[in-house]
């Protein structure tokens, strides 16, 4: 059950734009998706501090709530939400690989391609180069 709640949470986060919600009513609260929407929303800024805020939570309690209602950590949803986008970016466009770092909320394309290696298991350009869309 667990294995199918984390793959119905990574086909919503897939979504580019929105997230899918039908099935989910009985898995999330209305406020999880909420909050949920509000990360793939703003992700190239939002912190826990800053959605903590938003929402009127603590950092510490939010968090929990996210893991505890997804089975993520906030950390690896923004990841995955920003990677992913990076993975769009690269097979849809021909911008510039600083370019998406810079798109996706990061400063340091050193530490973007690293990331992307690590989550990939090629670095930004090889990507590119083998899943370019026409």
Known sequence: ???LLRAAFCVMLRKSNEIM???THSIYTPKVI???KYI???FKSVTLDVL????????????????RHTGL???YILQDIKFKKAAKMLRSSNIKIIDVCYAIGYNSVEYFSRKF???FGISPMEYR???IEN
């Open 52 to 67: 903590a805020d938003e929402f009127n939570y603590t950092p510490d309690y939010i968090s929990k709530l996210i893991k």
């Open 129 to 131: 180069k083998t899943h």
């Open 1 to 3: 059950m667990e294995i």
């Open 40 to 42: 793939q929303a703003n």
């Open 34 to 36: 909420e909050i949920l």
């Open 73 to 75: 950590s906030f950390t």
């Open 21 to 23: 919600i039908s099935n």
């Open 117 to 119: 290696k690590d989550i």
